[in-house]
């Protein structure tokens, strides 16, 4: 979760009773399907939802929207709003992740137990988004002070561009090799 504690903080965790554990942040924003052929993945409470991977496509186009905003501010010189557009790209990603951590992830990881050879491209791909998710971390730190630092503007033009290629490339494996893994439990 090396992802999680950049984005959000380190926390210390908090010993919770195993009989009753809280509530999943993200279960408010994405309820669990009520109908009679809803399932949970084994050994959780997360129940499959026939909307998330819909959602979460829906976040991609929004965050690539967002991305191609902040990119045309920037190449016209408007760093400030760039600057915002970055923090409101932030906000986004930082929801979306937590989305697909918790509602997503977890779901696959139970779900998936007895299917190894897709339970490890799973695996691969979680694994991937920390590594991915360092350098999209210490890009928005990096420029987290662009609108009061013009000198960042060159930098941060090649360092968006990067960082862009390595998003959409994510994007475009994860709509097309992860989700679809995404199904209910017999």
């Keep these: 979760m090396f992802l999680f504690d950049l984005l959000f903080g380190k926390r210390e965790k908090k010993a919770t009773p195993a009989a009753d554990p809280a509530p999943l942040p993200a279960e408010a924003s994405v ?16 129940h499959f939802n026939p909307e998330l991977i819909p959602r979460l496509t829906a976040d ?7 991305f191609t905003s902040i990119r ?11 600057a915002l557009r970055l923090e409101t ?3 986004d990603l930082q929801g979306h992740l937590l989305t697909e951590n918790i509602r997503f992830y977890v779901y696959l ?4 137990a007895d299917a190894p050879e897709n339970h ?3 695996r691969g791909f979680r694994h991937e988004m920390d590594d991915i998710g360092k350098a999209v971390v210490a890009f928005l730190g990096r420029y987290r002070t662009l609108a009061d630092d013009p000198g960042l503007a060159e930098g941060f033009a090649r360092d ?4 862009g290629a390595v998003l959409v490339e994510r994007i475009r494996r994860e709509e ?3 989700y679809p893994l995404y199904r209910p439990t017999a």
């Design 89 to 91: 790209f932030r906000n």
């Design 60 to 66: 991609h186009q929004r965050l690539l929207q967002g």
């Design 176 to 178: 097309e090799t992860l």
């Design 160 to 163: 968006l561009d990067g960082i």
């Design 120 to 122: 490890a491209l799973m």
């Design 31 to 46: 309820p669990p399907v009520e109908d009679a052929g809803a399932r949970t993945a084994p050994g959780t409470r997360i």
């Design 109 to 112: 990881e139970h779900a998936l």
């Design 72 to 82: 045309e501010a920037a190449a016209g010189g408007d760093l400030a709003t760039a």
